[in-house]
Each structure stands twice: as structure tokens, then as C-alpha cells.
């Protein structure tokens, strides 16, 4: 089994800046392509960015130039480095994985429970 941990959310201000961190723990033989995922309140999860596991990033359109995604594949975790934020980043932020447990042929995704992230004067 596979576990996920997200940890760094909090309340910050407008133009402020927060790091997530996501953990992966358990019995595996690597992992492959992480992401982080979140929901506004009211509304459903969407993709924030993804990364390979050979550093390729991709991320949405509303937080390019402002987030990037990091990851130590040494200590299997993924980052979120999140500058400038708005009011509107404000949701619950998750962690995905994609974990190769019994082989590399065949790999399951795996999510976190979410960080909570708060962007208010």
C-alpha cells in the first residue's frame, strides 16, 4: 500500500507565498508521474501541474508563471512552490501519484487527503 501526505497549507495573504509538500510512504518500487490536483469550494478538483518522473512539467493555464512543481525522487516527494497567490487559489490541494508497487508494468494512482490553502486579507 501506498500513502500520500500533503502538508504546508495554511491562510496567506494576497500576493503572499506558500510551499506544499507531498509524501509518499509505503512499499513500492518507484513512482512515475506525480501531480497536484485542487477544489474551490463549491466547485470540482482540477488540475493544478503535473511532473514526470524525469522532471517534465506541465501545469494550468491560471497558474503558470507563479507555481512550480519540484520533486526529490531520493525522498519521494513532490513539492508545490505557490508565489503570488490570489483569493481564487484558495481550495483544498491534492496530491496524486501514479506508484509501481509489484511491477513496472503496471502502476496504480494514488491521492492524498488535501491541504487546505487559504488566500484572504
Known amino acids: 500500500q501506498v500513502q500520500l501526505v500533503e502538508s504546508g497549507g495554511g491562510l496567506v495573504q494576497p500576493e503572499g507565498s506558500l510551499r506544499l509538500s507531498c509524501v509518499a510512504s509505503?512499499?513500492?518500487?518507484?513512482?512515475?508521474?506525480m501531480g497536484w490536483y485542487r477544489q474551490a469550494p463549491g466547485k470540482e478538483r482540477e488540475l493544478v501541474g503535473t511532473?514526470?518522473?524525469?522532471?517534465?512539467?506541465n501545469y494550468a493555464d491560471s497558474v503558470k508563471g507563479r507555481f512550480t512543481i519540484s520533486r526529490d525522487n531520493t525522498k519521494s516527494t513532490m513539492y508545490l512552490q505557490m508565489n503570488s497567490l490570489k483569493p481564487e487559489d484558495t481550495g483544498v490541494y491534492y496530491c496524486?501519484?501514479?506508484?509501481?508497487?509489484?511491477?513496472?508494468?503496471?502502476?496504480?494512482?494514488?491521492w492524498g487527503k488535501g491541504t487546505l490553502v487559504t488566500v484572504s486579507s
Open positions: 496524486n501519484a501514479r506508484a509501481y508497487t509489484i511491477s513496472w508494468a503496471a502502476g496504480m494512482d494514488y
Open positions: 509505503g512499499t513500492f518500487l518507484g513512482l512515475g508521474a
Open positions: 511532473i514526470t518522473g524525469s522532471g517534465s512539467r
